[in-house]
């Protein structure tokens, strides 16, 4: 068993840095203390291959994407009018990959 897979991102939380939209963790994470850094992925990275760990990183996209969706309105697709839930109850918690903010 050397392999972690690290679920980085869900419906309910995205509390993933990413430096380019600095908005999307401080808005979309449960906390804002509870963010995975560049630099805490880097280490946990390291931390794995110095014990032979490979360490995958999943990002849940397009679906599962409702927290994100809420940090960053903008990215929500204005053509999208239908009202649909997902198995957790969320609505309308997909990205469109094609919709350009």
């Not at 390291?46 to 990002?59: K, N, S």
């Amino acid at each position: 068993m050397n392999r972690l897979h690290l679920h980085a991102t869900e419906s309910q939380s995205w509390p993933l840095e990413i430096p380019a939209l600095p908005d999307l963790a401080a808005k979309g994470a449960y906390q804002p203390d509870l963010v995975w850094s560049t630099d805490d992925l880097e280490g946990v990275q390291a931390y794995g291959d110095d014990r032979g760990v490979m360490v995958y990183l999943e990002i849940d996209m397009p679906g599962h994407f409702y927290a994100a969706l809420q940090a960053l309105p903008e990215l929500k697709d204005p053509a999208e009018t239908g009202e649909y839930q997902s198995v957790q109850g969320f609505p309308n918690n997909s990205l469109n990959p094609a919709h350009e903010p």
